[in-house]
């Protein structure tokens, strides 16, 4: 991978991990576009998400670092188990154990079968769907994180797994999910930020033994990927909790369905490999 390629992923990387419209499958998509066919890789597409994780770090550092106080805090017995933000620490942790489990489990599917343009379609028009019917249902809900129950926890954690797919998109699943569990747009987004954390970190630092290993992603150009992804991650993550505060999520069905079928006609006419 050059030092071209890795700048412009690290730009898709950052516009697109937190808006529902699958990071990951873009990564792939722009990457065969770049390198001719040749998939970036599972391990540049995890480390460079470390830069955008780092943004949701630094955009939500007074919340993070309450909620850790308050979770050790209740540990030591100092702070009462059903403090929000120390419940909140329970329910961050709680909520990663499905993808953690499911991620091991499936890890050489999720770096080769599932990596497959078929499937990321399939992903991208059927999520599509998925997030129309949860936001239609938004209108009407009216829960805050402050009502989140473990139960719903556990749920989020299941949404969020369904990433593990390309095409998916985490934000887009776990949104979608928090919306049919009857949570409001801005709470869903938020909890699915604070959710990320572990789940992303975890597989960004799993998987940086893999970097230099692959001619196609070598230490330096990754790098400067997660980098470039780190600053215009943070500034998307601002956009975006300002635009659902007015605005419903109509645009990213749409543009999930374009994108599907464009990907779908460029693998039928040679340009890209499935």
Known sequence: MGWFEAIVLGVV??????LPISSSAHVSIVGQLLFEGRDPGAAFTAVTQLGTETAVLVYFRRDIARIITQWFGSLRGTVDRSDPDARMGWLVILGSVPIVVLGLLFQDAIDTSLRNLWITVA????????????????????????????????LFGLFQAAALIPGVSRSGATISGGLFLGYTREAATRYAFLLAIPAVFGSGIYKLKDIGADESAAWGPTIVATILAFFIGYAVIAWLLR??????????VLYRLILAAV???LILTGVLQA
């Open 13 to 18: 990387q950052g516009l697109t991990e937190f």
């Open 123 to 154: 992903m991208l028009a059927g999520v599509a769907i998925f997030l129309a019917v949860a936001d239609r249902m938004a209108s009407d809900n009216t829960r805050d994180l402050t009502r989140l129950t473990w139960r719903d926890g556990v």
């Open 243 to 252: 635009y659902i505060s007015t605005h419903n999520f109509r645009i990213f």
């Open 263 to 265: 990907v779908a006609v």
